[in-house]
């Protein structure tokens, strides 16, 4: 068994930061692709950041320059820095690993959590 644990959501202003965490574990033999997606209420699942396992890192447009993602590969955590958030930032956030555990790889996805940006 394999679970993604994520903590870090919050309420916070706008023009403020949060940092989101996501901690991989269970049978894990290696983790490939590592990300953060979010999912607001009636609409579909979409990309934030994700991050391959040599470091290589891509982002939706509407958060370039001010969003960061970072793994550390030998804690099997994946980090997302958001700096300037904005009120449409607002939405549940989920991370996501594609995993090999045995002889499979699967896509994983933790439980999610609130990020609110509100004044």
């Known amino acids: 068994q394999v679970q993604l644990v994520e903590s870090g959501g919050g309420l916070v202003q706008p023009g403020g930061s949060l940092r989101l965490s996501c901690a991989a574990s269970?049978?894990?033999?290696?983790?490939?692709?590592m990300g953060w997606y979010r999912q607001a209420p009636g609409k579909q699942r979409e990309l934030v950041a994700r991050?391959?396992?040599?470091?290589?890192?891509t982002y939706a447009d509407s958060v370039k320059g001010r969003f960061t993602i970072s793994r550390d590969n030998a804690k099997n955590t994946v980090t997302l820095q958001m700096n300037s958030l904005k009120p449409e930032d607002t939405t549940v956030y989920y991370c996501?690993?594609?995993?090999?555990?045995?002889?499979?790889?699967?896509?994983?996805w933790g439980q999610g959590t609130q990020v609110t940006v509100s004044s």
């Open positions: 991050i391959s396992s040599d470091g290589s890192a």
């Open positions: 996501h690993a594609n995993i090999l555990s045995g002889r499979s790889v699967v896509s994983y």
């Open positions: 269970g049978s894990i033999v290696s983790i490939y692709g």
